[in-house]
C-alpha cells in the first residue's frame, strides 16, 4: 500500500497550515512533514538548544573573571549554579504543565527572552545580587526548554531514527559548551571584561531566536500522540489521527509517568551526568588552582572533550538506529566513560601533568558518555511512549525536573567536598599578585615563619622574635646571635669601627698589639671609611678596645650573616601593611588548601565515577532490545502489521 501524504486526507480537517504570519503563534502543522521540512524543523531545534546553552554555560567560562569582578566567595559563585538550578528545576516540571501553550512556543519565545537577558541584562549587572537574578531568569527559560526541545525531536522522529535525531538534540548542550570555550580560548586573552563575552554571546544567540521565532513548527495533538516506529507509518498514524480521541489520551498523564521505569532512569542519567556538570561549570577553577592553567587553557581543554563528545553523540546515534538497539551501547559508553574518569582523578596530585594528557584522558570520558547518552535519550523518549505517547512532554518533565533537582544537590556536594577550591579561589589570586612582586621578601617570610614576623609586626624591639627570625634567616646558634646583638646595642660606634677594619688585620692586632704594620693599616682604613683624620681614627680605634675579645670573635663571625639578615628583615617591612596583613591573615590557610585540594578533588571524582557505575543496573528497567537479531525481527513484524491496519483502513 502507498504511504505518501496525499493517499490520506487531513489528519485534523480543522486545522490550518500556518502561514509565516499566523506561524508566530499558531506553529501546529496538519500533517506529518516531508524528510526535508522535518530536517529542517529538527535543525531549527538543535541550534536553539546550542544557542540557549551558549548563555547558560558563558557564566563558566567567564568564572574566574566573574568572581574578581564582583569579589565573589567560591561558595556564592557556586550558589548562583545552585539556585539556579533550582530554579530550573521547578521550571521543568511548569513547562509539562504548560505544553498546551505549544511547545513550539516555549522553546522560539524563550530562546528570544533569554537572547535579550543575555545581551541587554547580564552585562548592566553591577552587583552580584542584581547577576543572581538575572542568571535565575536564564535558568527558568533554560529548565522549560528542556523539556520542550526533546519533546519536538521526539514528536519530528520515529523510533528507528530516533538515536540519530537525539544525538543531534544532545548537540545543544555540547556544542553550547564548545562554541562556548572555542569563542573564550580565543578572545578572553584580548577581552578579560566578562562583559563582552555576554554581549557577544547575546548577539549571536538573537540572531539565531529570530530565526526559530519564524521558522519552528510543531504537529498536532492528534499526530504527536500516537507511537510512530519508521517513517512507513505515516499515513497510518495520520489516518488513524482523524479519529483520535485526544482528550482520553492526555488524561492522567503525570500519574502514568511516575513509574520506576521513567523516575528511575531520569534519576540514574542525572548522577550519571555529574561529572559533565562539574566541568561544564568549573573546569578552568579545577585546572587554575591545581594545575596552574589560565582561563584560556582550560576552555582549549574544554574544546576536546566537547568535540569529542559531539562526534560520539552523532556517530552512536546513526550506529544505534543501524542496529535498532540501546541498551549495549549504554553499558558500553558508561563503561568507557567510568574508565576515563578513573584515569582522571589518577591526576588529581600530580601538579606538573601536562596539557595534552588531559585532553586525551578528557576526549576518552567524552566519547563513553556520548555513547551512553544519544541511546539513553532515545530510549527514555521510547519508555514514556510506551507507557503513554501522549505524555511524552510529561514525561520529559520528570526527566527535566529530576535532572535540575540532581544537579542541585551534586554542586551543595561539591561545596561540602572540595572546600578547598574556595580558599584557593578567594585568596590565591591576590596572594599570587602579591607573592610575584615581593618574591625575595615573601621567601624572607617562609623563612622566618608567619607568627615571628607577626610579632616583629606588632613590636620591632621584641628581643626574643628579633633572635628567633635571625637564627633562621642565619643558621647561627641563638647565644651568637644575642651575643652580636648585645654588643651592638651596648657598643654600636666601637664594632662599627672594628668592622671597618679587614678582617686578617683585626685579627693580627689582636694577636699582637704592637704590630705597627697592621696598626698603620688599620688607621687608613678606619680614616677612609668614616673620612676622618688619622688622630680620629686612632681615637675611635683605640675606644673600641672596651669591646670584650671573645665577644669581639663572635661578632666578627656572626656580624656580617646578621647584617645581611637584618637588610631582608628591613625589606619586608617595605611590603605595605595591607598586603602584610593579608599574608598573614590567609598565606597559612592558602598553603594547607593547597596540599588539601587534590586529596578533595579526588573524592569529588571518585562520587562522579560512583555516580555513573550506579547508572548501570537502571538500563535493563528501560524499553528496548538487548539483542540486534531481535530489534530487526520485530521491526518487520511491525511493518507487517501497519500493512495489513492500513489494508483494513482502506476497506
Known sequence: MSSTPTAVPSADPGLQQPTLLTGLWQRKIPHYPDTPARSWYLFLVVITSVALYYQLFVS??????????????????VGIFIIGAAFGAVASVIAGLLDRWGRAN???????????????????CTTKEAYLIVYCLVGIVEGAVLVATPALVRDFSPQLGRASAMGFWTLGPVLGALVTTEISTHTLDAHPDWQFHYRLCGVICIVISLIGLVGLRELSPALRDQIMVSIKDRALVEARARG????????????????????????????????FYTIVSFLPVYLATNFGFTSAQANALGNWYWIANALSLVLT????????????FMIFGAIISIIGVYAFLGYTDKPGTDYYTFAIVLSLIAVGSGIAYATWMASFTETVENRNPAATVAGLAVWGGTLRTVVTFVLLGLLLVVTAAGTLVNYGPRLQEIAAKYHTEIATIQTVGTDTMAKLGANPNDTAAQVAALVKLTGAAPGDVQTTLALNAKYPQELATLQSIDPAVLTKLLINPNDQQSAATAVGQVAKKFNIPPDQAIARITAAKVVPVNDLAVASQVGPQLTTASEQLKAVSAIPTADQQYLSDHAKEVQQAQVDSPKQWRTWWWICLIAQVIFLPFVFAMSGYWSP???????????????????????
Open 60 to 77: 563558566g567560562a567567564v568564572g574566574n573573571q566573574l568572581i574578581a569582578y564582583f569579589h565573589l566567595s567560591f561558595r556564592y559563585f
Open 317 to 328: 546515534g546513526i550506529v544505534s538506529d543501524y542496529l535498532k538497539v540501546r541498551k549495549p
Open 106 to 124: 516555549m522553546v522560539a519565545y524563550g530562546t528570544v527572552i533569554c537572547s535579550l537577558l543575555t545581551f541587554l541584562a547580564v552585562p548592566a
Open 629 to 651: 537479531k531481535k530489534a530487526a525481527e520485530a521491526a518487520a513484524e511491525h511493518e507487517e502489521a501497519v500493512e495489513r491496519e492500513m489494508e483494513s483502513l482502506s476497506l
Open 244 to 275: 483520535l480521541d485526544v482528550g482520553s489520551l492526555e488524561r492522567d498523564q503525570w500519574k502514568q509517568m511516575l513509574t520506576f521505569n521513567i523516575v528511575g532512569s531520569a534519576f540514574a542519567i542525572s548522577i550519571f551526568l555529574a561529572f
